[in-house]
């Protein structure tokens, strides 16, 4: 008799130890499972990148923007899913080899170059980008520090999508 107090009372030991523990897992598998979800269905390209160059290909600053010399990137949601706080995407870019985050317009003090910011084209809504919809980033140096080459943009969500991008100047 005793033996089976014993054994009912280590069975509820035991069970009571494990089965929180179980309902915390599968509380982290969902979470992970819609996050992986997210991720599956979202996508995005670079479309084009180009910067200011004049005729004999040296940078020059062909738009009203006072000495400011700017790389314009592309970037097509091809996914299925909304992204949300675009200013918090990370933009990588430089010569092929050599590139570094650029940080957003928010992130630096007026005047502090480089830096990008974004526009959604076509939509007045600057703040997530829908499926199908276009972002427009413009990468905005102070000085030409950039010459003719091959450069790498790399642009990364916030979710964790990301896509690279060959081109020459």
């Known amino acids: 008799?005793?033996?089976?107090?014993?054994?009912?009372?280590?069975?509820?030991?035991?069970f009571n130890a494990i089965f929180p523990a179980l309902t915390r897992s599968s509380g982290a598998i969902v979470t992970s499972s819609a996050k992986i979800d997210e991720r599956l269905r979202s996508d995005i390209e670079i479309i084009?990148?180009?910067?200011?160059?004049d005729s004999s290909g040296s940078f020059a600053d062909s738009s009203p923007t006072n000495g400011v010399f700017e790389?314009?990137?592309?970037?097509?949601?091809?996914?299925?899913?909304?992204?949300?706080?675009?200013?918090?995407t990370d933009v990588f870019f430089g010569k092929v080899g050599?590139?570094?985050?650029?940080?957003?317009?928010?992130?630096?003090?007026?005047?502090?170059?480089?830096?990008?910011s974004h526009d959604v084209e076509g939509s007045a809504n600057d703040?997530?980008?829908?499926?199908?919809?276009t972002l427009?980033?413009?990468?905005?140096?102070?000085?030409?520090t950039?010459?003719?080459?091959?450069?790498?943009?790399?642009?990364?969500v916030p979710n964790g999508v990301t896509d690279e991008y060959f081109f020459s100047m």
């Not at 084009?48 to 160059?53: F, M, N, Q, S, T």
């Not at 790389?71 to 200013?87: A, H, M, P, Q």
């Open 127 to 133: 703040t997530e980008l829908n499926p199908r919809d």
């Open 1 to 14: 008799m005793m033996l089976t107090i014993a054994g009912i009372a280590s069975l509820a030991a035991v």
């Open 136 to 144: 427009k980033i413009t990468i905005d140096f102070d000085t030409v």
């Open 71 to 88: 790389i314009f990137v592309w970037v097509k949601n091809v996914g299925d899913t909304r992204i949300t706080s675009i200013e918090n």
């Open 48 to 53: 084009h990148a180009v910067g200011e160059l």
């Open 146 to 156: 950039q010459s003719q080459g091959s450069y790498d943009i790399k642009v990364t």
């Open 98 to 116: 050599s590139f570094s985050r650029i940080p957003h317009l928010v992130e630096v003090e007026a005047g502090v170059y480089p830096r990008w």
